[in-house]
């Protein structure tokens, strides 16, 4: 191959580079900003669509808008390309939906590929079955997620599932090992293991192969792939990587998953933490009052901790999830600076901040502080915070202490 490909993540919510660094990530696709990007040095580009958080009809009407303006682009560009579909390696999201359209728009492809291993945070591939630490998915709260429940975690039956049987699992190819690939058929869905980095990284190499073959594969995978097709090894942040902290911060949840309630539990025990709660009837009046409750907690040198009430809100829309993660984004960007840091617990609860509170085009993604737990900051320094280093925490991510662990390692930094 005459030069390494050019690999374009489509990313359903801003956590999905947990495993690699150095590259930039799109939260509005202008041509200009896309054709600036896809001539960034890194092999890696992020497309930060936030369509997890978005109903299926609106996936429908803008991920074609996307693909459609990224089309001619990549038509014109002097390097390979890959496009991977990044989503939840618990197996929440729009799949085969994203799939399908990306694959019309921006085909053709050969075969269509889902690898949810994302072995970092203990999400494993076995006999086509996939796992938290050990355990099926099913048999986990995330299958019972409001919006996106299933009844198997035996990937092929999942796939007919989310399909609505127009994928039969019978059909659907089951690879313990990336050698299969050449064995697959035109538009045929197939399914592979992995149990540790290392088999991601085989499987990267394999679909390189590949392209270089002329066959472009269209994967749909967790993180932990993008590491093997990249040629990037995953390691965290070393010290002198770290950025500055010159103040202290604020921890944002939105998540409502039951690990987040452990992690915020034991958070809020820390005698230099103190909670705010953001009630979900909140009006627009009391926006002012909660900001001056952080202020007042900041000028005491603790750290706030702004969180929505806690529990799965049956009957609450994707847009009433995002109205009330734009709310809590208000109420931080009225903060006084300096500030030091944001941790911002969810998908949803990231992108809002991000792209509308902070109003951010462009993030530059610095690497991890822990396995799987990525810290990014603006291209360009925000009018009001600077570079702001930004912790974008995945609700599903890590152990009962892990956000504990997050403040605390950023409070060392200061």
Same mark, same amino acid.
């Given at each position: 191959?005459?030069?390494?490909?050019?690999?374009?993540?489509?990313?359903?919510?801003?956590?999905?580079?947990?495993?690699?660094?150095?590259?930039?990530?799109?939260?509005?696709?202008?041509?200009?900003?896309?054709?600036?990007?896809?001539?960034? %040095?890194?092999?890696?580009?992020?497309?930060?669509?936030?369509?997890? +958080?978005?109903? +299926?009809?609106?996936?429908?009407?803008?991920?074609?808008?996307?693909?459609?303006?990224?089309?001619?682009?990549?038509?014109?560009?002097?390097?390979?390309?890959?496009?991977?579909?990044?989503?939840?390696?618990?197996?929440?999201?729009?799949?085969?939906?994203?799939?399908?359209?990306?694959?019309?728009?921006?085909?053709?492809?050969?075969?269509?590929?889902?690898?949810?291993?994302?072995?970092?945070?203990?999400?494993?591939?076995?006999?086509?079955?996939?796992?938290?630490?050990?355990?099926?998915?099913?048999?986990?709260?995330?299958?019972?997620?409001?919006?996106?429940?299933?009844?198997?975690?035996?990937?092929?039956?999942?796939?007919?599932?989310?399909?609505?049987?127009?994928?039969?699992?019978?059909?659907?190819?089951?690879?313990?090992?990336?050698?299969?690939?050449?064995?697959?058929? *035109?538009?045929?869905?197939?399914?592979?293991? =992995?149990?540790?980095?290392?088999?991601?990284? =085989?499987?990267?190499?394999?679909?390189?192969?590949?392209?270089?073959?002329?066959?472009?594969?269209?994967?749909?995978?967790?993180?932990?792939?993008?590491?093997?097709?990249?040629?990037?090894?995953?390691?965290?942040?070393?010290?002198?990587?770290?950025?500055?902290?010159?103040?202290?911060?604020?921890? *944002?949840?939105?998540?409502?998953?039951? *690990?987040?309630?452990?992690?915020?539990?034991?958070?809020?025990?820390?005698?230099?933490?103190?909670?705010?709660?953001?009630?979900?009837?909140?009006?627009?009046?009391?926006? %002012?009052?909660?900001?001056?409750?952080?202020?007042?907690?900041?000028?005491?040198?603790?750290?706030?901790?702004?969180?929505?009430?806690?529990?799965? @809100?049956?009957?609450?829309?994707? *847009? @009433?999830?995002?109205?009330?993660?734009?709310?809590?984004?208000?109420?931080?960007?009225?903060?006084?600076?300096?500030?030091?840091?944001?941790? +911002?617990?969810?998908?949803?609860?990231?992108?809002?901040?991000? +792209?509308?509170?902070?109003?951010?085009?462009?993030?530059?993604?610095?690497?991890?502080?822990? %396995?799987?737990?990525?810290?990014? @900051?603006?291209?360009?320094?925000?009018?009001?915070?600077?570079?702001?280093?930004?912790?974008?925490?995945?609700?599903?991510?890590?152990? =009962?202490?892990?956000?504990?662990?997050?403040?605390? @390692?950023?409070?060392?930094?200061?």
């Amino acid at each position: 191959m005459a030069s390494s490909p050019k690999i374009i993540v489509f990313d359903d919510d801003p956590t999905g580079s947990q495993t690699v660094r150095g590259c930039p990530l799109l939260l509005k696709f202008s041509s200009a900003s896309l054709a600036a990007a896809l001539a960034d %040095p890194s092999p890696l580009l992020f497309l930060l669509t936030n369509s997890r +958080a978005l109903d +299926a009809e609106e996936v429908r009407i803008q991920l074609p808008l996307l693909c459609r303006r990224l089309r001619p682009l990549l038509e014109q560009l002097e390097r390979p390309w890959l496009v991977v579909s990044r989503g939840d390696s618990t197996l929440r999201g729009h799949t085969p939906l994203e799939h399908d359209v990306i694959r019309t728009e921006l085909g053709p492809f050969h075969a269509s590929l889902l690898v949810p291993a994302f072995p970092q945070g203990g999400r494993t591939t076995a006999n086509s079955v996939h796992l938290l630490h050990g355990q099926p998915l099913q048999e986990t709260p995330f299958s019972r997620d409001q919006r996106f429940s299933y009844p198997s975690s035996d990937l092929p039956a999942w796939l007919e599932h989310k399909s609505g049987g127009a994928i039969a699992a019978e059909q659907v190819a089951r690879l313990r090992d990336p050698k299969g690939l050449e064995t697959l058929g *035109l538009g045929q869905w197939a399914v592979l293991d =992995a149990t540790q980095p290392e088999d991601l990284d =085989a499987i990267g190499s394999a679909l390189l192969a590949e392209l270089a073959q002329g066959r472009r594969h269209l994967c749909q995978s967790a993180a932990s792939l993008l590491n093997g097709l990249a040629g990037i090894t995953s390691r965290l942040l070393s010290a002198d990587e770290m950025p500055p902290v010159k103040a202290g911060g604020v921890v *944002l949840v939105g998540s409502h998953v039951p *690990l987040t309630d452990q992690q915020l539990e034991l958070l809020l025990a820390e005698p230099k933490c103190l909670g705010v709660e953001f009630p979900l009837d909140t009006s627009d009046e009391d926006l %002012p009052r909660l900001t001056a409750s952080l202020e007042a907690i900041r000028a005491d040198d603790l750290t706030p901790v702004l969180f929505s009430s806690r529990g799965e @809100q049956h009957g609450f829309s994707p *847009l @009433q999830q995002r109205q009330l993660a734009y709310r809590m984004a208000q109420v931080l960007l009225e903060l006084e600076p300096p500030l030091g840091y944001v941790i +911002a617990k969810g998908g949803t609860t990231s992108f809002t901040w991000l +792209a509308d509170g902070m109003g951010l085009t462009q993030l530059r993604l610095l690497g991890q502080l822990q %396995p799987g737990l990525s810290i990014v @900051q603006p291209e360009q320094p925000h009018e009001r915070f600077g570079l702001l280093p930004v912790v974008t925490f995945p609700g599903n991510l890590g152990n =009962a202490q892990s956000l504990n662990c997050c403040w605390q @390692q950023l409070e060392q930094l200061r």
